[in-house]
C-alpha cells in the first residue's frame, strides 16, 4: 500500500511569485485535504477535496487554490507569495467524508517564501 | 469560536507514564483525535475519541471527557522514541467538521 507523497520536499521561492505543490493521495482513498502549518504551531486547514470538488476550505484568501484529478492526487497553488506563507504544507487523505475517519499525512513541501 | 489548548511542552523519563491534556471549547463537538509527530515528519494517527471514556491501543490510551470539554493522552513504558510533537484535534459542526488543531505539546524523553 502506497502512502501518501508529496512533492517537492522543499522549495525557496521570492516574495509575489506563485508556487504549485502536488500530492498523490493514498490507495483507494478519494478524499484530499491541504493543512498549512507553521512552526510550533498545529495545522491549520486550507481546505479539501472530495472527488474533484471542492467541498470545505478554511480561513485562506482566494490565492489560495487547488485541484484534485480523476486519480484522486491533488494540487495546492498559491499565487503572489508573501513571507508569511513560510511554512510546512501537509497533504492528507482518507477513504472518505467520514467524519471518524483519520486522516493519513504526507511528509509535507517546506515552503520558504524570501 | 473555537479554542484548543496544550501545554507547549513537557519532560519524562524513559520507562514513566505521561499524560498530556488537551481542552477545547466549540459548539457541536462530534470527535477528537490524537496525533503524533516527529520532527520535520508528517503527523500520524494515533486514536480517536468520540464518546466519553477511555480507549486503550497497546501502550497508549485517550480519555474523553465531553462535559467538561477535556481529553488526555496517557502513554506507558515510555521509549526514547515517543519524543514527539503530540497534537489534538477536534471536528465541530462549528467548523463545518473539519479538525481544528492544537498547537501541540512537544515532549521530551530523557534516559
Known amino acids: 500500500e502506497t502512502g501518501v507523497t508529496q512533492s517537492p520536499t522543499h522549495l525557496i521561492k521570492t516574495r509575489g511569485q506563485q508556487v504549485t505543490l502536488r500530492c498523490s493521495s493514498q490507495?483507494?482513498?478519494?478524499?484530499v485535504s491541504w493543512y498549512q502549518q507553521a512552526l510550533g504551531q498545529g495545522p491549520q486547514f486550507i481546505f479539501q477535496?472530495?472527488?474533484?470538488?471542492?467541498?470545505g476550505r478554511g480561513n485562506f484568501p482566494p490565492r489560495f487554490s487547488g485541484l484534485q484529478f480523476p486519480n484522486y492526487s491533488s494540487e495546492l497553488n498559491v499565487n503572489a507569495l508573501e513571507l508569511d506563507d513560510s511554512a510546512l504544507y501537509l497533504c492528507?487523505?482518507?477513504?472518505?467524508?467520514?467524519?471518524?475517519?483519520?486522516?493519513?499525512f504526507g511528509n509535507g513541501t517546506r515552503l520558504t517564501v524570501t | 469560536g473555537q479554542n484548543i489548548d496544550q501545554p507547549t511542552e513537557m519532560t519524562a523519563t524513559e520507562g514513566a507514564i505521561v499524560q498530556i491534556n488537551c481542552t477545547y471549547q466549540?459548539?457541536?463537538?462530534?470527535?477528537l483525535f490524537w496525533y503524533q509527530q516527529h520532527a520535520g515528519e508528517a503527523p500520524t494517527f494515533l486514536s480517536y475519541?468520540?464518546l466519553d471514556g477511555l480507549e486503550e491501543k497497546g501502550r497508549f490510551s485517550s480519555f474523553l471527557s465531553r462535559s467538561k470539554g477535556y481529553s488526555y493522552l496517557l502513554l506507558k513504558e515510555l521509549q526514547m522514541k515517543d519524543s514527539a510533537s503530540y497534537l489534538c484535534a477536534v471536528r465541530a459542526r462549528e467548523s463545518n467538521y473539519q479538525l481544528i488543531w492544537g498547537a501541540g505539546t512537544k515532549l521530551i524523553i530523557k534516559p
Open positions: 492528507a487523505s482518507s477513504p472518505g467524508e467520514g467524519l471518524a475517519l483519520p486522516l493519513h
Open positions: 477535496y472530495y472527488r474533484e470538488e471542492e467541498n
Open positions: 466549540t459548539s457541536g463537538f462530534n470527535g
Open positions: 490507495s483507494g482513498h478519494n478524499t
Open positions: 475519541n468520540v
